[in-house]
């Protein structure tokens, strides 16, 4: 007697229709120890995405208006370097200024302006017919930086 002929044939006693044979395919959990498997709540996952890409956006838009704001504060000194420096080069000077010295800027009695290297406590009785207006430096690119300014005087340049 052959080993097939004395066993019976099996017989599964699941219906055909509920079982498969790729069950890695099946969108459901085929046994009790396979992983938790539900549908994802679209709505949900599109909200989270939404507010993580509003925050992320809204954090590189904080960081360029920041960079356009230190950008606009530093052409405004550079204008003003180059308004000063006009107006400073159209002064009476008696001297060559150098780089990274200090000078100061007054207004005589005649209306004229003066640059010089006499600062506004050393002048003594002859510095009483000046106005002092402010200290300035000579910077590398022959622009001038005010290092101080006389708060009584209006010096709009």
Not at 38 to 57: C, F, L, N, W, Y
Not at 143 to 152: H, M, Y
Request: charged share 25%; net charge neutral; with cysteine.
């Amino acid at each position: 007697m052959s080993r097939t002929e004395g066993k019976k044939a099996f017989v599964n006693p699941i219906d055909p229709d509920k079982i498969t044979e790729n069950p890695h395919s099946l969108e459901y959990a085929h046994h009790a120890g396979s992983a938790i498997i539900k549908p994802e709540d679209q709505g949900k996952i599109k909200g989270r995405a939404m507010s993580a890409m509003e925050h992320q956006t809204d954090m590189q838009l904080a960081q360029l208006y920041e960079q356009m704001q230190l950008l606009a504060t530093q052409a405004k000194k550079l204008n003003e370097r180059k308004e000063i420096s006009h107006f400073i080069y159209q002064c009476e000077m008696r001297f060559e200024p150098f780089i990274n010295h200090t000078y100061h800027l007054y207004k005589r009695s005649n209306g004229k302006f003066l640059l010089s290297l006499v600062g506004p406590t050393q002048w003594g009785k002859s510095g009483q017919d000046l106005l002092f207006f402010a200290t300035v430096k000579l910077l590398a690119d022959h622009t001038w930086e005010i290092l101080e300014r006389n708060p009584e005087v209006d010096f709009t340049v």
